[in-house]
T-cell receptor
Framework: GQQVMQIPQYQHVQEGEDFTTYCNSS?????IQWYKQRPGGHPVFLIQ?????EVKKQKRLTFQFGEAKKNSSLHITATQTTDVGTYFC?????????????FGTGTQLKVEL | ETGVTQTPRHLVMGMTNKKSLKCEQH?????MYWYKQSAKKPLELMFV???????ENNSVPSRFSPECPNSSHLFLHLHTLQPEDSALYLC????????????FGDGTRLSIL
């Protein structure tokens, strides 16, 4: 079954409101990555977190890696229409063939004026 | 310019046709991937190649046949596809297999009539 889950699946916000998506793994991860896919586009790598409890910021985006390295969050402050898209987390999960980067289910963000 | 180029961008084919999708990466990476992305479904990993060797095949039907002639090129040969195979097919590459960030191409939007 799906080993990396994200909530919520969908989120509609008014422009200027904040937005948060949460990512949870069934296993401890060596790192967590976040990607953004614009409508009609392809996933684009945003950032990678490696350390327990790590927090990184990119302008209005704040990324956090949990202390147990099994969960992560992405918070957007004061959303803009350019933030529209689907946000995926991804983490390497050990399989029979070695580490496999496993993508979460994604959170689709819509921003209304 | 993503560094990963996929052709064609759009493809419409009948169920009895044979076609191929092409992916080329200009990033010097040694791992390449095929993903299927259907509406309202998570990214589905289909095949993984590391140093031109197939290292993972996620129970993909034999009507999909990958080929990796060198570390820069990846093909997905299609034959006798079904309507449920209509989806966005994404190619990605990474420096090493397993836990490195992946760079995606624009994808091929495939429609099966």
């Amino acid at each position: 079954g799906q080993q990396v889950m994200q909530i919520p699946q969908y989120q509609h916000v008014q422009e200027g409101e904040d937005f948060t998506t949460y990512c949870n793994s069934s296993t401890t991860l060596s790192n967590i990555q976040w990607y953004k896919q614009r409508p009609g586009g392809h996933p684009v790598f945003l950032i990678q977190l490696v350390k327990s409890g790590e927090v990184k910021k990119q302008k209005r985006l704040t990324f956090q890696f949990g202390e147990a390295k099994k969960n992560s969050s992405l918070h957007i402050t004061a959303t803009q229409t350019t933030d529209v898209g689907t946000y995926f987390c991804a983490g390497p999960i050990l399989t029979g063939g070695g580490n496999k980067l496993t993508f979460g289910t994604g959170t689709q963000l819509k921003v209304e004026l | 310019e993503t560094g990963v180029t996929q052709t064609p961008r759009h493809l419409v084919m009948g169920m009895t046709n044979k076609k191929s999708l092409k992916c080329e990466q200009h990033l010097g990476h040694n791992a390449m991937y095929w993903y299927k992305q259907s509406a309202k479904k998570p990214l589905e990993l289909m095949f993984v190649y590391s140093l031109e060797e197939r290292v993972e095949n996620n129970s993909v039907p034999s009507r999909f046949s990958p080929e990796c002639p060198n570390s820069s090129h990846l093909f997905l040969h299609l034959h006798t596809l079904q309507p449920e195979d209509s989806a966005l097919y994404l190619c990605a590459s990474s420096q090493n297999r397993g836990n490195q960030p992946q760079h995606f191409g624009d994808g091929t939007r495939l429609s099966i009539l």
